[in-house]
C-alpha cells in the first residue's frame, strides 16, 4: 500500500548496503522527501554516531520545518579493519573493542532516539526502525560466540522497546521498531557468508524492498518489537 504523499523520511547510514538502498527506494517511490545522511560518502547531513554533537547538529539541520515521518537507522558495526572482529569464544573479549561495539550498535541509535524523536509528528502515524539482528535475540542464541555484537544488539532491542512504551504517551499512533535484515550481501557481512550460501543471502535491493514492506505494514500495537524481513516477530 503506498504511503500519503507529502511526508518526511530521514535515513541514518545511507553510505552502508542496505542504508544505500532503502535511501533510493524511498526516494524512488515518491511518497517521501527523503533527507539521508551518513558518516562517510556524500549525503543530505554527516554524523558520526560516537559523537553526539553530530548528531544533536543533524537534528537541527534536517529537523526545521516539517514534522518527520519516519526515522530509519541503518548504521552498524560486526567488523573493522584496526582489529574488531565478532569473538569466538570469551577468551577473544577486549574491553575497548567491545565498547567501540556497544557504542555504535547500541548507544549511537540511543542518542539518535534522543534528538530524532521530539522531532516525529504527534498527530499520525510515525515509524522510527533500526537495523537490529536476530543473534541479538537472548531466546534464540544457541550457537553462542559474537559475544559483543549478540549483546550490543540485545541492548538495542531493549532500548527500542524502552522507546516504544514512552512515545506512545506522546502518541498512540506511533511505531518503534527493531528489525532483523537477514542477510545481505554488505561489506558487514561479507567475511561471514559462506556458512549461509547463495539462496539464502539477500541483495541489499531485496532486502531493502521486504523491510519497507514490513514498517509500512507495522500497527501501534506491534510497537516494541523484533521482526524479521519477512515480517514476522522475533522473541527477545
Ligand atoms: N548484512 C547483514 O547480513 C546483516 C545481518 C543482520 C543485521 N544487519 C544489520 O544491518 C545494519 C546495516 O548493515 P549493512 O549490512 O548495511 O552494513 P554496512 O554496509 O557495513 O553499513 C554499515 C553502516 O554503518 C555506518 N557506521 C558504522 N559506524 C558508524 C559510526 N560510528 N557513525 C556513523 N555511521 C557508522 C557505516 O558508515 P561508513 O560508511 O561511514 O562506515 C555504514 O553506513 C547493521 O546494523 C547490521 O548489524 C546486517
Not at 511505531?175 to 557481512?189: E, M, Q, R, W
Not at 519497507?212 to 522473541?235: N, R
Request: proline letters at 5%; aromatic letters at 8%; hydrophobic letters at 40%.
Amino acid at each position: 500500500m503506498a504511503e500519503d504523499p507529502g511526508k518526511r523520511a530521514i535515513v541514518f547510514g545511507a553510505s552502508g548496503g542496505i542504508g544505500g538502498a532503502v535511501t533510493a527506494q524511498l526516494r524512488q517511490s515518491g511518497d517521501y522527501e527523503v533527507l539521508a545522511g551518513s558518516r562517510s560518502g556524500s549525503g543530505d547531513f554527516h554524523f558520526d554516531l560516537t559523537d553526539e554533537s553530530s548528531i544533536a547538529r543533524s537534528a537541527q539541520q534536517v529537523g526545521s520545518g516539517k514534522p518527520i515521518d519516519f526515522v530509519f537507522i541503518a548504521t552498524g558495526l560486526l567488523h573493522r579493519d584496526d582489529g574488531i572482529s565478532p569473538e569466538k569464544s570469551w577468551r577473544a573479549l577486549d574491553a575497548t573493542n567491545m565498547s567501540e561495539v556497544f557504542a555504535v550498535n547500541a548507544v549511537g541509535p540511543t542518542l539518535v532516539a534522543k534528538h530524532f524523536l521530539p522531532l516525529l509528528r504527534r498527530d499520525r502515524r510515525a515509524v522510527f526502525a533500526a537495523l537490529s539482528a536476530r543473534v541479538g535475540s537472548i531466546a534464540d542464541n544457541r550457537l553462542g560466540g559474537w559475544h559483543s555484537y549478540r549483546a550490543s544488539k540485545a541492548a538495542l532491542n531493549m532500548l527500542m522497546k524502552t522507546f516504544a512504551i514512552e512515545l506512545s504517551r506522546r502518541n498512540p499512533q506511533s511505531i518503534v521498531t527493531a528489525l532483523h535484515p537477514g542477510t545481505v550481501d554488505t561489506g558487514l557481512s561479507r567475511p561471514f557468508q559462506r556458512s549461509v550460501g547463495a539462496a539464502g543471502l539477500f541483495a541489499p535491493e531485496e532486502c531493502a524492498a521486504a523491510l519497507l514492506k514490513v514498517t509500512a505494514g507495522l500497527k501501534p500495537e506491534d510497537s516494541g518489537g523484533l521482526f524479521g524481513w519477512d515480517g514476522v516477530p522475533i522473541p527477545f
